[in-house]
């Protein structure tokens, strides 16, 4: 807003001395000017910003690098890593085999599954956040079920899952569901026991029915909770999806760490590993941002 | 011919035997302009909510028009105190919200949002239509509350404590609003306060309660000043000066506060 009512104001002085001045002149004059105007401030912010990580990550790196300098290091240190696995990072998408396909492909076949799952477990977490939070009668009923099943470790839903779907697929897709539905279930059901007493007259007072209530005040009142629980859920999701494909083989990015570890590729692991860590990320930023997104204005005032 | 809204033998207790309000009658005709006043804690704000439906009478009743009241409805508009309007709508969408629900199957889409818009004009409020409830002040977010309650066209406007929560300056402001509306649409409003002046300066009659337990109407008393009331010239009028000093007789000299004594 600002930055661009800056931008805006300084035109008129530009076209102010061109009246009088050669048409020449003025040519040069904006570039110059744009440059130092707009991106020379800028920069001291934006080296503020990116130099400290940076310097962080050649620290790490130079820590690591050292700790695996010996002849008879266990682990391989980051050049080694490079030296052996850059084509994994450097050309994610190939395609040598049905097994030998790169890390982008390997990524999006556990995103698929994790979005799978993730969609079943918002949809039935917030469903079931919702009964939970409404009614007294079904917070008790079903509360002391989910406050230990909620406990329960994602791999531990796996045999379970392969008996009962007799497949890998989705049984790994039904351990992304169980791992990521209970912190939806619980922050929706706080969000809506949190929905202030104000909101809940103002809908007697209009007259709102059960649908209207529930549309028009209880999501939004509890979408800041809900997008919370949400984010927990992707963040677990994304934990449980790799452990699951370690067992349940296939062309996730999970069996891949595994395969590799049976074939001793230790710096294919590292790379696998830096690739989740990213999606990972990512993941909790998208989740997170929708949420920003969503609920701009939710927060009191 | 029966009353318009008729307040009958209202007790209220929230525990067994422990009455908050007891023994409160009071009939209110159609027009008329209506403050209760009391200390607080005296159960002002539970009568209030007993008429908007809200909160159910132990013994008593409400009766709008004849017709027994026994939950909330649009008939009997609130302006909450902390004006509760939905953080995620804008100014408008929350007004809309309420006419949407009220004339949802009398009138057209076009005439809602006109009739809308005419009541954010009437509060002054029209120019800020597009904003979100965070973006306004704490003034133009009760302005907001009365035009939501006034949309809803109510048989009774019910306001609790609507300025409470405002700075002297724009508590004037909104007075003075409310005093033009309601002598323009002649509504018909009960207003819970605690402020003196804000009592004589808007109502017809001046309710004033005892302290609780067991509260109940001490006096009522009549303001027959003519209106429109303008609040700088009233200041020398000695029958203001009077309705005044009758209201801090009663709030201070025989109903003192029991934790102020």
């Not at chain 1, 470790?153 to 790994?172: E, M, T, V």
């Not at chain 1, 999606?279 to 701009?296: C, E, K, N, P, S």
Request: a positive charge.
């Amino acid at each position: 807003m600002s930055q661009s009512a800056i931008a805006a104001r300084p035109a008129p002085e530009q076209i102010a001395p061109a009246e009088g001045s050669a048409a020449v002149v003025q040519l040069g004059v904006p570039r110059r000017s744009f440059l130092r105007r707009h991106i020379l401030p800028a920069l001291p912010g934006i080296a503020a910003r990116t130099i400290p990580p940076l310097l962080g990550l050649a620290l790490a790196l130079g820590v690591w690098e050292l700790l695996c300098m010996g002849p008879d290091a266990s682990m391989p240190g980051p050049s080694k890593v490079w030296a052996e696995a850059k084509e994994l990072v450097l050309d994610p998408w190939f395609v040598y085999g049905p097994q030998d396909i790169g890390l982008g492909w390997r990524l999006l076949t556990s995103l698929q599954r994790v979005a799978v799952g993730f969609s079943i477990a918002t949809v039935m977490g917030i469903a079931l956040g919702t009964i939970v939070g409404s009614s007294t009668w079904a917070m008790r009923a079903l509360d002391p079920l989910f406050q230990v099943l909620r406990t329960v470790p994602p791999l531990a839903w796996l045999p379970i899952a392969l008996a009962a779907f007799r497949d890998s697929h989705p049984a790994a897709m039904f351990v992304i569901f169980i791992t990521a539905i209970w912190p939806i279930i619980i922050n929706t059901a706080v969000g809506i026991r949190n929905i202030p007493q104000d909101y809940r007259n103002v809908a007697l007072v209009l007259r709102l029915n059960h649908f209207e209530y529930f549309a028009k005040i209880m999501v939004p009142a509890a979408a800041p909770y809900i997008f919370t629980g949400l984010r927990i859920g992707v963040g677990l999701a994304w934990l449980g999806i790799v452990a699951a494909e370690m067992l349940t083989g296939g062309v996730g990015i999970g069996f891949f760490i595994w395969d590799a570890w049976n074939s001793s590729r230790l710096s294919d692991i590292i790379v696998a590993l830096i690739y989740i860590g990213v999606v990972g990320f990512a993941l909790d930023r998208i989740v997170a941002m929708l949420g920003h997104y969503a609920t701009r204005g939710t927060a009191k005032g | 011919m029966i009353p318009y809204l008729q307040i009958d033998h209202i007790d209220k207790a929230f525990t067994q035997g422990t009455y908050v309000l007891k023994g409160v009658s009071l009939t209110i005709n159609k027009g008329e302009f209506v403050s209760i006043i009391g200390h607080s804690g005296c159960g002002k704000s539970t009568l209030l909510n007993i008429v908007a439906g809200l909160t159910g009478p132990t013994n008593g009743g409400v009766f709008l028009e004849g017709r027994q009241v026994d939950e909330p409805g649009p008939d009997r508009a609130v302006v909450f105190q902390n004006h509760s309007l939905l953080p995620w709508l804008t100014v408008y969408g929350n007004v809309k919200l309420a006419v949407d629900k009220v004339f949802g199957s009398t009138k057209s889409r076009a005439e809602r949002h006109d009739w809308t818009m005419h009541h954010l004009q009437l509060v002054h409020m029209a120019h800020e239509h597009h904003k979100k409830p965070a973006e306004i002040s704490g003034g133009m977010k009760q302005r907001v509350g009365i035009a939501r309650a006034l949309a809803m066209e109510p048989k009774v406007l019910l306001l609790d404590e609507p300025f409470g929560a405002l700075d002297a300056l724009t508590r004037a402001q909104l007075q003075d609003t409310v005093q033009e509306i309601a002598a323009r649409l002649g509504n018909t409003v009960i207003m819970i306060t605690h402020d003196v002046d804000e009592a004589v300066l808007l109502s017809d009659r001046i309710v004033m309660m005892t302290n609780g337990p067991a509260a109940t109407i001490g006096e009522v008393l009549e303001v027959s000043l003519p209106r429109p009331r303008d609040r700088l010239s009233m200041t020398d009028s000695s029958a203001y000066l009077n309705a005044r000093t009758r209201v801090l007789r009663f709030l201070y000299e025989r109903h003192r506060h029991p934790v102020a004594a």
